[in-house]
């Protein structure tokens, strides 16, 4: 079965900071796509940022942008110059290809200190 | 720009109620989904549909649960007998190639 482990249940950045959240994930499929997904106080989910796992090069979207290792199974979202805005839970998400359903990880709670 | 939407936003039943919780999918998308979310958990598949008809369910969906297409626009999830357990925020989703996209939620409390 898929999974996706987020191994920092919380992380804290200054403002204008970088921060990097980390993911992992099993699977034996080569084509699957890898998603960040943002989760305010609102409790809204918002797609921050998608990978094709046959893409070698990492996507990128504005601030954000991830570090994607097939062989490690890794994908890591990278938010630079963090602003208090984008405190809220994190959430690193797996489908395969033509399959219907996200596999969510735990979730990372960042906060922004001013 | 198109987005999913949900109501109501918050639904306080009994235990052992009916409740069915709406959805209005991205007009375009051709499939959709309900996820769960327990207050502090992660998100949780529950189930997808497709062409009229459940592609896949979880094993969390069992017979209490059911999901229609009832017209063109919108999509239900009906809980037929509530219990304590069923709290949870309940996210609607409709998908295309670009990705899933989630509707604000419809927070349940069962009393």
């Known amino acids: 079965a898929q999974t996706v482990t987020q191994s920092q249940p919380e992380m804290s950045v200054q403002e204008a900071e970088t921060v990097t959240l980390s993911c992992t994930y099993d699977?034996?499929?080569?084509?699957?796509?890898l998603f960040w997904y943002k989760q305010p106080p609102s409790r809204q989910m918002i797609l921050v940022i998608r990978?094709?796992?046959?893409?070698?090069q990492n996507a990128t979207e504005n601030r954000f942008s991830v570090n994607f290792q097939k062989a490690a199974k890794s994908f890591s979202l990278k938010i630079s110059d963090s602003q208090l805005g984008d405190a809220a839970m994190y959430f690193c998400?797996?489908?395969?290809?033509?399959?219907?359903?996200?596999?969510f990880g735990q979730g990372t709670r960042l906060t922004i200190n001013p | 720009e198109p987005e999913v939407t949900q109501t109501p936003s918050h639904q306080v039943t009994q235990m052992g109620q009916e409740v069915i919780l709406r959805c209005v999918p991205i007009?375009?998308?051709?499939?959709f989904y309900w996820y769960r979310q327990i207050l502090g958990q992660k998100v949780e598949f529950l189930v997808s549909?497709?062409?009229?008809?459940?592609?896949?369910k979880s094993e969390i969906f069992d017979d209490q649960f059911s999901v229609e297409r009832p017209d063109g626009s919108n999509f239900t999830l009906k809980i037929r007998s509530t219990k304590l357990e069923d709290s949870a925020m309940y996210f609607c989703?409709?998908?295309?190639?670009?990705?899933?996209?989630f509707g604000p939620g419809t927070r349940l409390t069962v009393l």
């Open positions: 998400a797996y489908t395969i290809q033509g399959a219907q359903k996200l596999v």
């Open positions: 699977t034996s499929e080569s084509d699957y796509y």
């Open positions: 007009s375009n998308h051709l499939y």
């Open positions: 989703a409709s998908s295309e190639w670009q990705g899933m996209f």
């Open positions: 549909f497709y062409n009229n008809e459940i592609s896949e």
């Open positions: 990978q094709e796992a046959y893409k070698q």
